[in-house]
């Protein structure tokens, strides 16, 4: 089984930031009860044991019978608008390369790459390179620094290079995303505002025509998808007859877009992920934990199965279906 969603901080980054009092204005501590990074722009955040542990995670995997999960960085350790250009795309190297060193030793499935986004013709080589040295495909933020929305034609380089190369985008939504101007919404910032950046980011990158321009893109949105594949009539009915009806698509409906992402299944029940096949195809669905947060799956691959979509459609959601995005023949 392979885990399309996990976030790991590997400790001996930590540790040589503490240790050099800081490296591309990113700087750590010990805390006695776990690590504290903070990075410019940006205030502290805490990084606790099962963030930072590889042994942690094997424990997770053990217990949940996961043979790999596909590691993502931290969305609070992408480099802020903040850093300087040049210290934005060193910090965005050097995350890469301890997650590539950390995977080595953990014989997961790959890693996906994070770039600075000062210069975004800049970024796109940085992946090329990324991809060149192990990566296994990036992972950006909805709400992307120094573009507009994920609709912004400045991010055309980097759609052009994951298409060409072939290799999937994970859509994660940040912590401190657009949703978080909602007023008294703070409290519901993991359970909801998370997934309205997501269904806003991915509603406007449809409606850009971004997959018309880049069809060989692979797209994973996480959380399910926000609530994008559930509500997808209402955005029909805007596109059609109401305020978005000015934005022009390749296709009849912007539901019609649905069925070329990807979705993982983290913290869905079994019947949302029985209507989330059933809307895109189980060769869309992707197992998902987002561990080690707790707001994810603490047994996705239980969830799954309690699904009941058969034998087929369920090994392909465990892991047949990352396993074919991985090697680029996706089924």
Known sequence: MLDAHAHAVPEPLLTALAARGGIDGVTAHDTGSGWSVELPGAGPKPVRPPMYRADR?????SATGIDGQLLS????LQPTAAMPADAARSWAARVNDALLTDNAATGGPGVLATVALD??????????AAVRDGCAGLVLSTDPVHCTSLADRRLDPLWTVAAGLGVPVQLHPASTGPARALPDSAEFGNAYCRLVDTTFGVARLLLAG?????PGLRLITVHGGGFLPYQAARLDGAHRA????????????PSD???DLYYDTVALTPEAIRFLTDAVGHD???????SPFPLGDPQPATTVR?????PVATDAVLGGNLGGLLTGSPS
């Not at 309690?306 to 058969?310: C, Q, S, T, V, Y």
């Open 57 to 61: 995670r094997a424990e997770y995997r």
């Open 73 to 76: 960085p931290w969305l609070d």
């Open 119 to 128: 210069d975004v013709e800049a970024a796109a080589k940085d992946l090329e």
């Open 210 to 214: 971004v997959l018309d321009r880049f």
């Open 242 to 253: 109401d305020a978005l009806s000015a934005h022009p698509i390749g296709r009849d409906r």
């Open 257 to 259: 877009y649905l069925r």
């Open 284 to 290: 869309r669905v992707l197992l998902g934990s987002d």
């Open 306 to 310: 309690a699904a009941g979509l058969g």
